[in-house]
């Protein structure tokens, strides 16, 4: 087993965040931060099925687990980004058990699951095929994101799907689903998180959740969440570049003579 898997199955504290922007040094300069993991945004940014091959291969530079969070549920994305060498899928909108024994099916070679044999370069270009096969099941991890008012529903037969690895939530789309968006839906969308939580743990898988600051990271490790997706690469850039900007506005100001 992958020590990255090993750590997530452990729940194991373990701080990574999306990489979006679509450059191999992007995702050097994040790996070389000191992030345990990131997840390439296949979903939600402007990276091409292409493009990640190089960006994982970036990733391993460092020796730092790359995983993909997917468009959606389709097999052949799934098996793209595992044959590019990916540690992991994260695959979003998982709102029933048979859609999460569907990732199952996909991610995990027989007799596990029903994923398909290619000379990708995760299996060197086809010439290291075997060795690949005898330890993919035991290596990749498999993370499914709930982040609807269905799923929230279903979490307790989703966690209960043998081959899940780990329960990741999304708060955001959770919150439009549950309708809690805004600071007056925060109990209601808090609720719901505990809930898919206390779910998840008790049919011991681990969980993980995205959070747009490390403000309360130290709260919901305490709720037993232990994979933390920390913003983005896009976002961490806007964010100090505009500290920096302030920061030397300040000085000028506060250096002008009157």
């Known amino acids: 087993m992958s020590d990255f898997r090993r750590n997530c199955i452990e729940q194991k504290l373990l701080v990574g965040t999306f990489a979006a922007i679509p450059h191999p040094v992007a995702i050097e300069v994040t790996a070389a931060a000191g992030v345990d993991f990131l997840c390439i945004d296949w979903e939600h940014s402007q990276i091409s ?123 955001g789309d959770l919150s439009v689903s549950i309708d809690a968006m805004g600071p007056t839906g925060k109990d209601r969308l808090d609720t719901a998180i505990k809930s898919i939580t206390r779910a998840a743990l008790s049919a011991g898988r681990a969980v993980g959740i995205f959070r747009p600051s490390a403000d309360d990271v130290g709260a919901w490790s305490e709720d037993g969440i232990s994979f933390f997706m920390l913003a983005s690469d896009t976002m961490f850039l806007g964010a100090s570049l505009a500290a920096g900007v302030n920061a030397a506005r300040a000085g000028l100001h506060g250096g002008e003579k009157t």
Request: charged letters at 25%; aromatic letters at 4%; hydrophobic letters at 50%.
């Open 49 to 171: 099925r292409e493009r990640i091959e190089d960006l994982i291969r970036a990733a391993d530079v460092h020796r730092v687990p790359a995983m993909v969070r997917v468009p959606g549920h389709a097999a052949e994305d799934i098996a793209a980004v595992l044959d590019a060498g990916a540690a992991g899928v994260l695959v979003p909108r998982v709102s029933t058990a048979e859609q999460a024994r569907a990732a199952v099916k996909a991610t995990r070679y027989p007799p596990l699951g029903a994923r398909g044999v290619g000379p990708g370069r995760a299996a060197a270009y086809g010439y290291r095929i075997p060795d690949y096969l005898a330890k993919a099941n035991a290596e990749l991890v498999l993370a499914i994101q709930v982040e609807t008012a269905e799923g929230l529903t279903n979490i307790a037969e989703i966690a209960a799907v043998d081959g899940v690895d780990l329960i990741f939530i999304g708060p």
